[in-house]
Nanobody, 128 residues
Framework: QVQVVESGGGSVQAGGSLRLSCVVSGYTDSSYCMGWFRQAPGKEREGVATIDSDGITSYADSVKGRFTISKDNAKNTLYLQMNSLKPEDTAMYYC??????????????????????WGKGTLVTISS
């Protein structure tokens, strides 16, 4: 049974940084497609950043140049480094996985509904 557990959310001022982590257990194959998605109050869930086992990454336009997604395969851990945070980044952030992968990172960014496994989310709050 695949399990996805996020951590690292919190409250910071605008301009600050946070790093989110996501541990995936119960899946041992080397192929994957994973990503970070977020949902602000009253808004639809949206893709933030995704990565696949071909090394392809994809980012939402709103976070390009500020956020970096990476994966430590030895630790089965996905990261999201978030810099230059803005109040509009405030949201619940979810880690999700498409395992075994049916999508590329580019596809997954826009198809959150097709991801197979989800964490419970970690809250990020950015104050101005």
């Amino acid at each position: 049974q695949v399990q996805v557990v996020e951590s690292g959310g919190g409250s910071v001022q605008a301009g600050g940084s946070l790093r989110l982590s996501c541990v995936v257990s119960g899946y041992t194959d080397s192929s994957y497609c994973m990503g970070w998605f977020r949902q602000a109050p009253g808004k639809e869930r949206e893709g933030v950043a995704t990565i696949d086992s071909d090394g392809i990454t994809s980012y939402a336009d709103s976070v390009k140049g500020r956020f970096t997604i990476s994966k430590d395969n030895a630790k089965n851990t996905l990261y999201l480094q978030m810099n230059s945070l803005k109040p509009e980044d405030t949201a619940m952030y979810y880690c999700a996985a498409d395992l075994p992968p049916r999508m590329t990172a580019i596809q997954a960014l826009h198809m959150y509904y097709a991801m197979d496994y989800w964490g419970k989310g970690t809250l990020v709050t950015i104050s101005s």
